[in-house]
């Protein structure tokens, strides 16, 4: 039986493998992106175009995530800290998959699978090395929305899976400056590895935080 798939961001570097790993499956894939009128920007573009989506979707993967935005890297201390940045990390790595997740009890199969891309400097038990603080923050905000979630939707879906993923250090532009001194990971070598993690889980695991090998990650 075809399985469906909606992924949000589908043509960034990590939500277009999986978009090209599952249709080689026996998948049917919807994504959706800027190209779709989807853009975090205008917030109310997330509930025009997925108030126009039919489900059940087996599969809901927000693959949407930015480190760099407008020319606003990472900080490296409190004092570079500016209400620009933080709004523009908080916009884009939680409010914007926020505003996705809140259609997913209707979109979701009953037993189906939700899933969003954070980072693993978002965990604050991890945290042993300070700075980057507005994206730090953000994604430590988008992994309470999962959680938060996993919650709520195990009621309506008990055997539904809601879970905050960890890709690794993808191979970009940005983790060519950003990423220095860590192994990296293609998009398509992250891609295999996230879809091997959640085909691994069971509802027991809903509302934590893994990593792309499989080991959970502290909140």
């Not at 480190?67 to 201390?77: N, W």
């Not at 004092?79 to 939680?94: C, E, G, M, Y």
């Not at 953000?138 to 309470?144: I, S």
């Amino acid at each position: 039986m075809t399985r469906k798939a909606l992924i949000i961001g589908a043509t960034g570097g990590i939500g277009s493998a999986i978009r090209t790993q599952l249709e080689t499956g026996d998948w049917e894939v919807t994504g959706l992106s800027r190209a779709d009128g989807l853009d975090y920007d205008t917030p109310d573009s997330v509930r025009r175009v997925l108030r126009g989506l039919d489900g059940p979707f087996n599969l809901i993967f927000i693959a949407t995530g930015a480190l760099e935005i407008d020319g606003m890297g990472p900080e490296k201390a409190l004092k570079q800290l500016t209400p620009d940045a933080l709004a523009a990390q908080f916009r884009v790595n939680t409010i914007g998959p926020a505003l996705v997740m809140a259609h997913v009890p209707r979109l979701l199969a009953k037993d189906g699978t939700v899933a969003a891309l954070t980072a693993r400097v978002g965990s604050i038990g991890d945290n042993r090395l300070g700075g980057w603080h507005s994206y730090r923050a953000a994604k430590a905000a988008l992994n309470q929305i999962m959680h938060g979630a996993a919650i709520e939707l195990a009621r309506s879906h008990k055997k539904a899976i809601c879970v905050a993923l960890h890709p690794g250090t993808v191979a970009t532009g940005l983790t060519a400056v950003h990423g220095q001194g860590h192994d990296k990971l293609t998009p398509a070598q992250a891609a295999a590895h996230v879809l091997a993690v959640l085909g691994g889980l069971t509802p027991e695991d809903t509302g934590l935080f893994f990593d792309w090998t499989g080991q959970k990650v502290v909140w």
